[in-house]
């Protein structure tokens, strides 16, 4: 799976749209954007993924760059309730780790009244 | 809400107690994972199970045992434990075997004395 790079750490205004970017320059094309972000003292919970088009569901959007070498995650709306730690990860669908998830450090976003 | 349970939320267990954790999704999802999360370490999997079967061991130690009775509960049995194995237990679920858009319980935070 390609390595992602993302910023430590990123703040929002409440209201706010917070945009969230990763680098994963050696995403090759059967590789899939993952996003899941991590309250702290819970569970890591899914957001979206995508291959090449942009995605969009009821959490967030996901905007892929033409060339796959980066992605923005974007909240909208960012509430208190989004501070928590994003993960961006680049899967390969085709690969045998039975499920694997590994996150890197991803980016601690802090949403501020 | 995730639509996956786990009991219970917090646990502490001496070295020679035997304790189990349990999970539950009712996400009508075929594959169950059960993660590690250590302080300041990666999520680590530990296994994998896929219409109750298992599918992925991942050099585990024998004091956690796995249990899968049917496609929507699994359980870890937990047996003389030690200090280090203090960590949060997480189980996830996914609708198929290998599936990276997982569902994660709240986790038990366990801490072994």
């Known amino acids: 799976d390609a390595k992602t790079t993302q910023p430590p750490s990123m703040d929002c205004a409440e209201g706010r749209a917070a945009n969230l970017p990763c680098n994963h320059s050696t995403i090759s094309g059967n590789e899939y954007v993952y996003w899941y972000r991590q309250i702290h003292s819970q569970g890591p919970q899914y957001i979206i993924h995508g291959l090449k088009n942009n995605e969009t569901n009821e959490m967030a959007s996901l905007i892929i760059t033409e060339d796959r070498k980066s992605s923005t995650l974007i909240l909208p709306h960012a509430t208190l309730r989004d501070t928590a730690v994003y993960y961006c990860?680049?899967?390969?669908?085709?690969?045998?780790?039975?499920?694997?998830?590994?996150f890197g450090q991803g980016t601690i976003l802090t949403v501020h009244p | 809400e995730t639509g996956v349970t786990q009991t219970p939320r917090h646990l502490v267990m001496g070295m020679t107690n035997k304790k189990s954790l349990k999970c539950e999704q009712h996400l009508g999802h075929n594959a169950m994972y059960w993660y590690k999360q250590s302080a300041k370490k990666p999520l680590e999997l530990m296994f994998v199970y896929s219409l109750e079967e298992r599918v992925e061991n991942n050099s585990v130690p024998s004091r956690f045992s796995p249990e899968c009775p049917n496609s929507s509960h699994l359980f870890l049995h937990l047996h003389t434990l030690q200090p280090e194995d203090s960590a949060l237990y997480l189980c996830?679920?996914?609708?198929?075997?290998?599936?990276?858009?997982?569902?994660f319980g709240p986790g038990t935070r366990l801490t072994v004395t």
């Open positions: 996830a679920s996914s609708r198929v075997s290998g599936g990276r858009e997982q569902y």
């Open positions: 990860i680049v899967i390969n669908a085709g690969g045998t780790s039975y499920g694997k998830l590994t």
